[in-house]
């Protein structure tokens, strides 16, 4: 009997262990998606709002930062403003002062030279106050001219008074009680053109001064005077004829 030829396939049983390990790695690998997914959505779901928070934290941060400069920009423009102010004031009080020394400059020379007026005589042309500091006393300087085409050299006293209140009652201090004894029969003045006399004089601590009273009376003439609120002779550079005052005490 002849040999029968192997068979070109061969049956064989499956190998239901290895199918198993192959469906428990599959269910590992299946396992292990589902637990990412849960980790990174669980992840995502919590930090999506402290990123949001943190985002915003910045942007009010930004905006806090960008106000505060320009709070400070505003702060300095403020202070140059500020500086710029205080000094144009400065200088626009040195300019009315100038002009006010300039007017009385004008106003002399005017009546020195005369111009096309009348010739006149004899004029208080400037009073000047000024305290002495830490008394009662008081600088006074009074400034005389005539007219240059009057030509002629004059001479005389000056008496001042104060007029003021004490105890709420009006008082005259005439000048022998208010200046020095040596001078008590007046200030006297001897020019040709123009003079300027300086004198002290001390008030009581209870007079409340309004206004001085200038009496001028120069040799065999009529006597000329002036008078000028206090406040006035306080600012100076009065030039212009002026009538009594009713200044305020």
């Not at 998606?33 to 995502?44: C, D, E, Q, R």
């Not at 930062?65 to 202070?79: I, M, P, T």
């Amino acid at each position: 009997m002849a040999s029968r030829p192997p068979p070109r396939f061969v049956v064989r049983p499956h190998d239901t262990a290895d199918q198993r390990r192959w469906l428990w790695l599959g269910l590992a690998w299946l396992g292990s998606l589902l637990a990412t997914g849960l980790i990174v959505g669980l992840t995502v779901r919590h930090a999506t709002p402290a990123a949001t928070e943190h985002r915003q934290v910045q942007a009010l941060a930004a905006q806090n930062d960008d106000l505060k400069q320009q709070v400070s920009n505003l702060q300095r423009a403020a202070q140059v403003t500020d500086i710029a102010t205080r000094s144009l004031r400065g200088t626009l009080a040195e300019r009315e002062e100038e002009i006010s020394g300039l007017r009385a400059d004008l106003g002399f020379y005017a009546r020195l030279v005369g111009g096309d007026a009348q010739r006149e005589g004899l004029k208080v042309q400037e009073v000047k106050l000024q305290p002495i500091a830490g008394t009662h006393g008081w600088n006074l300087t009074l400034s005389l001219t005539q007219n240059a085409k009057h030509g002629e050299e004059v001479s005389g006293k000056i008496m001042v008074s104060v007029e003021g209140l004490r105890a709420d009652k009006v008082v005259q201090l005439d000048w022998p009680a208010l200046g020095d004894t040596a001078q008590k029969d007046g200030l006297p003045f001897r020019f040709k053109y123009f003079q300027e006399l300086h004198a002290t004089m001390v008030l009581p601590a209870d007079v409340r001064p309004n206004r001085l009273r200038i009496s001028v009376q120069p040799t065999g003439d009529e006597a000329t005077g002036r008078t000028v609120a206090w406040n006035d002779a306080l600012t100076g550079n009065i030039t212009t004829t002026q009538g009594d005052h009713d200044a305020q005490p």
